[in-house]
Structures are given as structure tokens and as C-alpha cells.
């Protein structure tokens, strides 16, 4: 007997083995229980999350001899013969060959009449954004209002190449992608049943490779038994994969720990020796410090039988949390960056050394390499301090230093100097600049602000404006505001002054010039203003 694919002998032919969709299956469950069944559905998803799978088992639903049922018995002819492709009245169509208007007026031909075998008629329409203009209008009509025997399911990978007047009259559901924990353990549940020997890191890393596929997991499934002669351990898979061994990751964060760059260079040589993907080392480094972070932030998220548990907490505890994130996006450049490297391995090695030059022994470092004066407040705005039963925003590590409580305000030099600290962007960052400081005291803050910039209050700029100046001040801290013509200018308008002035200082410096003016009187030429950019 010829051997049979897992992708095709595993193929879910009910509703309760199919993985990974039950918000689908509970809403088809329930319509066909309820027999509320609309006339046309249309299943959109990446590639392998099980389109086509679902169509035909609705198709069963909807035509096993037992009655209309979202439990069909699987051993009626009808779903017998759907399950092997061989039901009259189930027509699947694979628009991408047969995407001309001619051939879908053949097809809806035959729609007005009654079912041969089954209780519908159904159409299973595959990768149905494929079909011209033509063909999509030439089905809107019956699609719209089709016999009471016809059913159209529709699939496809790209549902925004679809016409919004076929969308309207889809009931549409969005498959989503397999979790890689749903993944690995139904390829466990398939090798126990099939009796094949295996690990459980060799079915994760395939699992981690399909991408959310059930179909790419299951090839790759297949893939694995072969090359390992009949099992599937880690070792083997990783080989097969080209995927990097997490021991090559540690040493990578052992040797960031240490300070040894000879290490780091080390490990970048073994991974060419082994012809292992630089891109994928980075991408799997990137997965690690995720890993750690997220141990940092949230301890009780990790899973007491995680084999790298110990692994995971050591290298949290010894990397700063600032370090971890500052690491995430250099692998992540880095790994964007290989394509333009002269090498893929000369990238990864200055990726590796510039982790290296950013360890954490170096971030103390260039902290107190900022001069005092950008990490400083000034004299007039220091404050005794708070009492002790005033609450204080936590901070964690801010460069700029928060102090914990300070006296009135009414500076407005120490409010300009104060806006171009806060730790603002975006609207929240243009509201703070142009607002005059009224008063500012213990537990409230008062600014007032133009009527004709009255529209920068829009949520959440107050709110991040006010969240930025309590963590400044380290106090809880309420910003109210007033509308009313500014008597003093704000930040926005002194650095608008200051920028005219270095402006027209730089046009005059050009007119001034001698060679300037003889260029402008001997060719009658005439100074573009615009042009002309201060330097500093």
C-alpha cells in the first residue's frame, strides 16, 4: 500500500479535530445547530491554517445523510464520498486557473438546478482573489441571490483584493494562525499515535519553522522522520532546519556578561564552520532576549517546566532591563542589516561586537559621560523635601535625574528649561511648548494657554503632559488650564524668535559679503533668502 503524506492522512474531518479555530467552529456550530445557515461564507487566513479543510467539512454538515448537523457521522456515503473528493454536488474550484468570466458564467449555469445526490448544491470557490473583475461580477447576481439548494464558501489568502460588493454578501471569517504551542502538541499527539519516537525541543523548533502553518508543520513533520531514520530528535531537526542551537545564544550572552570579544568572535567562527544561517542566529537571539524580558518584567509568566528556565532567570538577573531592550533592537538592525554587510558573516560579527561596545559595563559609562549640566535642575527649581506621607511616581533609570520635591514655580525660564526636559513627543510635546506657566505649587499646576491654540487639549495630550511632569517632579501632580492671551512668550514662541534671528543673522552675514556683493552687482543677481540656513 503506497505510503500517504500526515498532511493528507491527518486532515481534520470534523469539526471537534480541527486546531487552532474555535471561534469558527463555536459560530458554524452554532448556526447549524440553530439551522440558521446563510448562503455564502467566505474563510480568509494565511496559507495551511485549514481554508479549505473547514469548507469541506461544512459541506458534510450541511449534506450528511443524518439531517443538517454540525456533529456529521463521517461514514454516511455522502461524507464518505466528500471526504474523498468524489460528491457530485461539491464543486471546488481553484480560481487561480479559472479566473476568466466565461468559465465562472459555465460553473453558476448549472447553479439553477437541484442537487444530484446531496440536500445542496455547494461551490468551494479556492483563492477566490484571483478571479478577474469579470468573473466577480458575472457571480454577483446569483451570489446575491441564489436557489435555496446552493451554497458558495469562498477562500482565500488575500481578502483585500476582493470587491467590497462580494465581501457585503459573505458571512466572513478570519482563520487565524496555529499557536506554536498548539502546533507541537498536536505533532504529539500524531507521532504517539503513529508510534514514532520523538522529543519534545525537536517538535517545538518545528513548530517555531511552520509559522503558524498546521500544513508547512505536518510536511516539516514528514521532513523529520525521514531524516532521522524513523525518529524525531532535536538534534537531528536542528540540523535539518540549519536552525542554531540555543547553547550558541548562551555563550553569546556569556560573553557579554564577561567582557570577552574573543569569546564572541569565537562563537560567529563556529556557526561558519557549521554553515549555520547568521539571519537565523539573530532572529533566534532576538526570540532569547524577548524570553528574558519578559522574566524581568513579569516573573510569575514563566513556566515551572521550561527546560531553560534557570538559564532564562540567571541571564535576567545579570543583564540590566535597559541592556535587554537596548540588545533586542541591535540584533533586530542588525539582522536587516546582512543584506548590506560585505558578508553575512562580517555582519554578524559587528553585530555581535556592537552589543559588545554597548555591554552593560559600559552603560554606567556613557551615563556619566553626559555633562552634569543636562542631568541637573536648575538652582531655582529644587524644592525641600516632600513629607512623608506624599506618594511618588515609581521611576526606573531615567537619564535625567527626578527630584523628589520642589518649591513654586513662577519662573518662566525655569518652565522653558523644564519643557526641553520632559519626556514628551507628538501633540503632548506641542501643548507643553506652547503653554505660559501660571503657577505651580505642591499638588497642582496652572497653564494657561492660547484660545487659538485651544485644539492641542485634545486627548491624551493632557494626560501624557501632566503623567510627564508628575515623574519630573517626583509627586502626583493635577495640570489644569486656562484659556486666555499669553503675557509672557512661551517656549514655542521664544525658540521661533530665536530661530528668525539666527535666520536673519545669517541672511545679513551673506549680504555682508564681500564676494556677495560684487557677484550681485556685476551679474545684476538677486540673494534667494530662502536658500540661505543658519549654521548653527
Known amino acids: 500500500m503506497s505510503y500517504q503524506v500526515l498532511a493528507r492522512k491527518w486532515r481534520p474531518r470534523n469539526f471537534s479535530t480541527l486546531v487552532g479555530q474555535e471561534h469558527v467552529v463555536r459560530a458554524l456550530t452554532h448556526a447549524l445547530t440553530e439551522q440558521r445557515l446563510h448562503h455564502a461564507y467566505l474563510f480568509t487566513g494565511t496559507r495551511g491554517v485549514g481554508k479549505t479543510t473547514l469548507a469541506r467539512i461544512l459541506a458534510k454538515a450541511l449534506n450528511c445523510e443524518k439531517g443538517i448537523t454540525a456533529t456529521p457521522c463521517g461514514v454516511c456515503s455522502a461524507c464518505q464520498e466528500i471526504d474523498s473528493g468524489r460528491f457530485v454536488d461539491l464543486l471546488e474550484v481553484d480560481a487561480a486557473t479559472n479566473t476568466r468570466v466565461d468559465e465562472m458564467r459555465q460553473l453558476l449555469e448549472n447553479a439553477v438546478y437541484a442537487p444530484t445526490r446531496g440536500r445542496f448544491k455547494v461551490y468551494v470557490i479556492d483563492e477566490v482573489h484571483m478571479l478577474s473583475n469579470s468573473a466577480f461580477n458575472a457571480m454577483l447576481k446569483t451570489l446575491e441571490e ?25 458571512l466572513q471569517f478570519n482563520l487565524k494562525q496555529m499557536p506554536a504551542a498548539a502546533i507541537s502538541g498536536h505533532l504529539a499527539h500524531i507521532l504517539q499515535t503513529e508510534a514514532v519516537p520523538f522529543d519534545n525541543g525537536a517538535l517545538a523548533l518545528i513548530a517555531r519553522s511552520a509559522a503558524g502553518s498546521m500544513r508547512d508543520a505536518l510536511s516539516l513533520l514528514d521532513q523529520a522522520i525521514a531524516h532521522g531514520a524513523g525518529e524525531v530528535q532535536e538534534q537531528q531537526v536542528r540540523g535539518m532546519l540549519g536552525t542554531v542551537d540555543l547553547d550558541y545564544l548562551f555563550s553569546i550572552l556569556e560573553a557579554l556578561v564577561d567582557g570577552d570579544a574573543l569569546a564572541l568572535v569565537g562563537v560567529a567562527a563556529d556557526l561558519s564552520v557549521r554553515s549555520l544561517s547568521f539571519g537565523a542566529a539573530l532572529q533566534e537571539l532576538a526570540a532569547l532576549l524577548t524570553r528574558i524580558q519578559i522574566v524581568q518584567c513579569v516573573p510569575a509568566s514563566v513556566d515551572e517546566d521550561d527546560p531553560e528556565r534557570a538559564e532564562l532567570q540567571r541571564f535576567s538577573s545579570a543583564l540590566s532591563r535597559e541592556f535587554v531592550q ?11 542589516e546582512l543584506s548590506a554587510a560585505p558578508d553575512e558573516y562580517a555582519g554578524f560579527v559587528m553585530t555581535l561586537l556592537r552589543l559588545y561596545t554597548f555591554r552593560p559595563a559600559s552603560v554606567a559609562d556613557v551615563v556619566s559621560a553626559i555633562p552634569a549640566r543636562s542631568r541637573t535642575l536648575p538652582t531655582s527649581a529644587v524644592r525641600p523635601p516632600a513629607k512623608p506621607n506624599a506618594v511618588a511616581l515609581p521611576v526606573e533609570r531615567r537619564e535625567m535625574p527626578v527630584p523628589t520635591a520642589a518649591k513654586v514655580i513662577n519662573g518662566q525660564d525655569d518652565w522653558h528649561e523644564m519643557v526641553g526636559m520632559l519626556q514628551l513627543s507628538g501633540l503632548a510635546r506641542t501643548l507643553a511648548q506652547n503653554c505660559e506657566l501660571r503657577q505651580l505649587n505642591e499638588a497642582d499646576c496652572l497653564l494657561r494657554l492660547a484660545p487659538s491654540h485651544a485644539h492641542l487639549q485634545m486627548k491624551p495630550a493632557p494626560d501624557k503632559l501632566q503623567q510627564a511632569l508628575s515623574e519630573y517632579l517626583g509627586r502626583p501632580l493635577v495640570v489644569r488650564f486656562e484659556l486666555a492671551q499669553n503675557e509672557v512668550d512661551t517656549p514655542a514662541e521664544t525658540a521661533d524668535r530665536e530661530r528668525r534671528e539666527r535666520q536673519q543673522g545669517a541672511v545679513a552675514a551673506i549680504e555682508q559679503d564681500a564676494f556677495v556683493r560684487d557677484v550681485i552687482e556685476t551679474f545684476d543677481a538677486s540673494l534667494v533668502e530662502s536658500s540661505i540656513k543658519p549654521i548653527a
Do not use: M, W
Open 326 to 336: 537596548l540588545a533586542y533592537q541591535i540584533v533586530n538592525h542588525g539582522r536587516n
Open 146 to 170: 441564489p436557489p435555496e439548494h446552493v451554497k458558495f464558501i469562498l477562500a482565500t489568502t488575500d481578502p483585500q483584493k476582493i470587491p467590497v460588493t462580494v465581501l457585503s454578501r459573505c
